[in-house]
């Protein structure tokens, strides 16, 4: 508790007793950069999605271990699948029981959120540890308007939704709360039993104004249940529970803010009375503030978090276990220099105070001049618990002296309405892998390389609207060997024709290339062919009812990613959504 009231101490003497010497003429709310300045976005490559439904809406590549319900790992960039860093207005969320520091974003429900806010590309300078490849922020705070939702689809899936707000005095009030279900399909390729899922969301958001002072908060419970299959085989006992917990809540006057955020994830395996259990807890207090001078800004940070993990595994025969706790404090800013109207230079320093092992500093240089932007930064994740103190009945035991993984980027990109493009190279040190004996982990003394390009592309003719996005990956190891499960080449293309005022088509393109992956029954390397799927859509608005229907894969596509595991074929979901 010392580190806590040390920082409570630094956020009352940095945000309030100074913040008279400057004026706050603006109130925005910005949650990605942790900053109400946004002319440094320029200098990013940003992508940004209204109103996300899945996970699947986000056009990255996200591997999903089968259908619905299924454990999901995201490579951006070809960086490693635990470089990816998920949050919840501008606060981690992050699961820390995993062994090796993987986010299932697939798990998280959409209920609730606003917007996805994707920045591709590291951002420790802002966040710290884990942002290696990018980081993907889930938008969430209380918005007016009342709908009920109804869909149901192929495989048994229907879907209910209901979200009701009103104003109580001058609070705004937002409660909505979801349930999906569906029979599912055989996770194993060759499996006749069909593995199920059902989940139960809820969201609780409010905004309120008290004097100067805008509290927003929210609270957001997820509760998954799945059906599971062993790699290669079907399993009729096993199955699994996920729940999720968060409590946020943040007080914003002017360009002053303060965050605090709570988080849980609870997991528990359990194949034919064997049980294995994953719990995470972390606290998260955040405070920053923008000072304006003359055309430049200065955003200064200050954040402490407490985490926890601890679980226990026995399926199988793999006893294995960890309970461990750690603190992070840290203090960062960032300088904006405003060259002209619209060119300017960003400098962004963070210092993180890491318990069990060294501190860190990282930088980033950012410009964006007539269209054209550069950067370098740096970036860090950290070891997880598991990495540095687990243990196993197979003689395994973590390395206790494990040092951060680190890299740098170097990025060029040029943007235009019409698209943005961008070239990159990352190189990681220290990257965190097993021994040859599989007893522990150590560091790699080699550098690993990510290197590639975006493109974005949007285009509008008369009532047809184009959006693509395409990406180039090499993902190498230090043996300058390929890595698994980064193709080359994957592209989204997304079209939407408005047939008229009240009524659209849309189609869907994905193409996701050929890759390395490890063959579910003999573990062999291999590589897997280039899959292209297609779906489409049609929506029509009738008074206040929106009426939809889709139809996904409609090729029928036998396909599976990871190697082993189903992907749905041919599959539907009609529904409509009614609004008071």
Known sequence: MGAYKKLIFLFTLMFVNISALF???????????????????????????????????????????????????????????????????????????????????????????????????????????????????????????????????????????????????????????????????????????????????????????????????????????????????DALDYTSEWKFNNQYIDAQRKKTKISYNHVTHERTYDKSGIIDTYDSESHNLLATKVFDLDQDDLTIGLEHMQLSANFDTNIGGYVSSVDKSRENSSAFATFNHLLSEDNLITIGLRHDLLSGFEDATTYRVGTYIDGIRMSYSTAFKEPTTYEMYGLNNFGFSGNPDLKAESSNTIEIGYATDLFDISFYKTNITNLIKLNNAYTTYINDPGSSIRKGADLKFSYSMGNLQLNNNASYVIAMDSSRDELLRRPKWQNTLNLNYKLSSVSELTGKWSYYGDHLDINSVTFATERQPSVSTVDIGYSFIFDNYSYFAKLNNIMDLNYERPHGYNQLGRNFEIGLQYSF
């Open 23 to 233: 004026a706050e003429p603006l109130e925005v709310i910005v949650y990605l950069t942790r900053s109400a300045s946004d002319i440094q976005n320029k200098t990013y490559s940003f992508d940004f999605i209204p109103s996300p439904d899945t996970h699947k809406d986000l056009d990255l590549n996200i591997v999903q271990s089968g259908s619905f319900g299924q454990m999901s790992s995201t490579f951006i960039r070809g960086t490693d699948n635990d470089h990816t860093l998920f949050t919840l207005n501008g606060m981690s969320i992050k699961d820390h029981s995993t062994p090796n520091g993987v986010d299932d974003i697939s798990q998280h429900s959409m209920l609730g959120v606003n917007s996805i806010e994707i920045i591709k590309g590291p951002m420790s300078t802002v966040y710290g540890p884990n942002a290696v490849g990018a980081v993907v922020n889930m938008s969430s705070y209380a918005t007016e308007g009342n709908r009920l939702n109804f869909s149901l689809g192929s495989n048994g899936y229907n879907k209910q939704t209901v979200k009701v707000a009103d104003y109580i005095g001058s609070n705004l009030i937002d409660f909505s709360a979801n349930r999906i279900s569906t029979n599912g399909i055989s996770v194993y390729k060759n499996g006749s039993e069909i593995d199920g899922f059902d989940t139960s969301n809820f969201s609780f958001k409010s905004s309120s104004r008290r004097g100067e002072w805008l509290i927003n908060s929210s609270i957001n419970s997820t509760t998954n249940n799945s059906d599971l299959d062993n790699s290669g085989s």
